[in-house]
């Protein structure tokens, strides 16, 4: 119970912070004036700022992957930090996670984006119609079709997954100290560097969870299959990528080597390893005081 209320918890403050830097943003004179509504967005159309404009683009990139990287960090020893039904899916299929906890997870999760897009509407209800909740949408304007929304997605939320399995691998992390600690950054910047990308194609989803929040509260339904389908498809491809090009890291790594005192290091991360293990069961490893 914990850990699912850390999951939902994580992903409620996660939405809160990233929608909320969407909708905050639309007040600014140069979206409003794009919105076509001049300085005010008191009669702005639903949804006519976020997707097509880049004026705020580097803001809410930076808001979403700086907000994953702390939530990420007060989560990780509760739940293992996942915030994202595509990295409890992946999980689940690498075998880290039982089915009963993937479900609740990705089901906690998905409530968790839904409370808290409750809370910006209620907060800002202003931008949070200009905006449509920063729901995900497919950028008609600019020609973006649902191919190739599809493909970014399933493409996109592929590497995301697989830099989540690199920064939690417990292997990995017992060959390197700094590690652990730069396990959530890494996460968080690789969600920066896909919100750069796919913002303009369509809002930027990697996350199930992010999507189906806004589009319950804002009643944003269009295409929405998109945003599921393309993340979960990631989800999966992304543990069977990992398992067959980059779990052997270790096992090519570093020859066998003893201490100053004779003691084999191969054994003292074996029992590294051992201990991290008992941490959570679904494992983002944390360094510990």
Same mark, same amino acid.
């Given at each position: 119970m914990r850990a699912l209320g850390a999951e939902f918890l994580g992903t409620l403050i996660f939405i809160l912070f990233t929608t909320g830097t969407i909708t905050s943003g639309c007040h600014s004179s140069d979206v409003a004036q794009q919105s076509g509504n001049g300085a005010s967005l008191t009669n702005a159309a639903a949804g006519s700022c976020f997707i097509g404009s880049?004026? %705020?683009l580097l803001n809410i990139a930076l808001a979403f992957g700086f907000t994953l990287f702390v939530v990420i960090y007060f989560t990780a020893s509760v739940s293992g930090g996942h915030i994202n039904p595509a990295v409890s899916i992946g999980f689940f299929l690498a075998q880290k996670i039982s089915? +009963?906890? !993937? +479900?609740?997870?990705v089901i906690f999760q998905c409530a968790g984006a839904a409370v808290g897009s409750v809370i910006v509407k209620g907060l800002d209800p202003t931008g949070y119609k200009a905006a449509k909740g920063g729901a995900n949408a497919l950028n008609a304007t600019a020609g973006i079709?649902?191919?190739? %929304?599809?493909? *970014?997605?399933? !493409?996109?939320?592929?590497?995301? &997954?697989?830099?989540? *399995? %690199? !920064?939690?691998?417990?292997?990995r992390l017992s060959l390197a100290a700094p590690l652990p600690i730069l396990a959530p950054l890494a996460i968080g910047m690789m969600l920066f560097v896909c919100h750069l990308v796919l913002i303009p194609i369509d809002g930027c989803s990697v996350n199930p969870a992010r999507s189906f929040?806004? %589009? &319950?509260?804002?009643?944003?339904f269009h295409d929405y299959w998109i945003f599921w389908a393309g993340p979960v498809i990631g989800g999966v491809l992304a543990p069977i990528i990992y398992e067959l090009g980059f779990r052997a890291w270790e096992e090519q790594g570093p020859s066998r080597?003893?201490?100053?005192?004779?003691?084999?290091?191969?054994? +003292?991360?074996?029992n590294n390893h051992a201990r991290k293990a008992d941490d959570v069961e679904a494992g983002m490893p944390m360094a510990k005081p």
């Open positions: 880049t004026t %705020a089915f +009963l906890r !993937a +479900l609740c997870y079709t649902w191919s190739s %929304a599809f493909g *970014f997605e399933m !493409a996109f939320t592929t590497g995301f &997954v697989l830099t989540v *399995f %690199a !920064a939690t691998d417990s292997r929040g806004p %589009a &319950v509260v804002s009643r944003s080597s003893t201490d100053k005192d004779g003691e084999d290091m191969e054994q +003292l991360k074996t």
